[in-house]
């Protein structure tokens, strides 16, 4: 079955610190990945997404993730966090073929102190 | 923000009724997913609808049903409520069923069943 982990959940850093989530998957086919951040009160947004191509992927807010197709692994970074980066992180994954919807991770809170 | 609306925010039920959650997509869209997001869990997918026609369906009852609407609105609705149908409800638009379609989520329902 499909299924995607984030093995941090709860990350407590300091202002300025780099930032690193682990995001694996288990799907041996052709897959769309996706980051989506849930600030406090708020929708879930798209960070980035990667469906081809350079496996360095650059979303906004300087956020940035590499796919390493061999690991089946996603992991998002950001060199130096900031306070407003307080969030849950949400790492998905869509199949190219089969039913067309995202599959979820558990999600990783990101407290980041001023 | 996204053009995506869920009503009502919050709903409190009793076990063993009936609910109906609404969701109006994006302009331009046409296609309408649905998740559940327990607490401290990612969304998982209960269905999709794509041109008032289910497209896909997780891993849910029969209980859950829905309706996609010519002006591509969805409803969700949920039959015989149990305390573990508590959760945050959401909806998502896309342009299409695509893969490459990107899924642009509204705010929530938030449901709780006692």
């Known amino acids: 079955a499909q299924s995607v982990s984030q093995h941090n959940h709860h990350v407590i850093l300091s202002e300025a610190a780099s930032l690193e989530l682990g995001c694996n998957y288990s799907?041996?086919?052709?897959?769309?990945l996706f980051w989506y951040v849930q600030y406090p009160g708020q929708h879930l947004q798209l960070l980035l997404k990667?469906?081809?191509?350079?496996?360095l992927v650059k979303g906004i807010k300087g956020f940035e993730a590499e796919f390493i197709k061999s690991k089946f692994s996603f992991n998002l970074r950001k060199p130096s966090v900031q306070w407003s980066d307080t969030a849950e992180y949400f790492c998905?994954?869509?199949?190219?073929?089969?039913?067309?919807?995202?599959?979820f991770g558990t999600g990783t809170r990101l407290t980041v102190i001023p | 923000e996204t053009g995506v609306t869920q009503s009502p925010t919050h709903l409190i039920k009793t076990r063993g009724q009936q609910v109906t959650l609404r969701c109006s997509s994006q302009s331009g869209h046409n296609t309408v997913s649905w998740y559940q997001q327990a607490l401290g869990q990612g969304p998982q997918f209960i269905f999709q609808y794509y041109r008032e026609e289910e497209n896909g369906r997780g891993n849910f009852p029969p209980r859950f049903s829905g309706l996609q609407f010519p002006n591509y609105s969805s409803e969700l609705n949920v039959n015989a409520l149990e305390l573990d149908d508590s959760a945050l409800y959401l909806c998502?638009?896309?342009?299409?069923?695509?893969?490459?379609?990107?899924?642009?989520f509204g705010p929530g329902t938030r449901l709780t069943v006692t």
């Open positions: 998905a994954v869509k199949r190219q073929t089969g039913a067309n919807n995202l599959f």
């Open positions: 799907y041996g086919g052709t897959v769309n």
């Open positions: 998502a638009s896309s342009e299409s069923s695509g893969v490459s379609y990107e899924q642009y």
């Open positions: 990667y469906f081809s191509g350079d496996p």
